[in-house]
């Protein structure tokens, strides 16, 4: 589930740079309204702007509530380009992937 939260965060945060408004189609199974994941004591808020390491930044994307061993949908073409370390120490949620498109 970490995995698909933070492919689809990654996938959100090229598209925040992109457009001010974006309207996608179901983004994985079993949640086809797309909702957003709300906030939780051990990863903070998975809204865009969420306060991140105590305040030192803030979170660029929007965490999408997917299931364990759901299916990810793409909401347009991709080439995957490789493997993503977005965080400096060895986090639960630190294996992403790197994607072009558009």
């Known amino acids: 589930m970490k ?5 689809i965060c990654a996938v959100l945060c090229v598209l925040q740079t992109a457009t001010a408004q974006v309207k996608f189609g179901q983004l994985c199974s079993g949640n086809p309204s797309n909702r957003k994941r709300g906030c939780d004591t051990k990863y903070g808020c ?8 105590g305040g ?6 929007l965490d999408i509530e997917c299931s364990d061993g759901a299916t990810v949908y793409a909401p347009f073409d991709v080439t995957l380009k490789g493997k993503s370390v977005p965080y400096k120490h060895n986090n639960a949620i630190n294996d992403g992937i790197q994607l072009s498109g558009g």
């Open 56 to 61: 030192k930044r803030k979170h660029l994307g």
């Open 46 to 53: 998975g809204n865009y702007g969420a306060s991140r390491d």
């Open 3 to 7: 995995l698909s939260i933070l492919l």
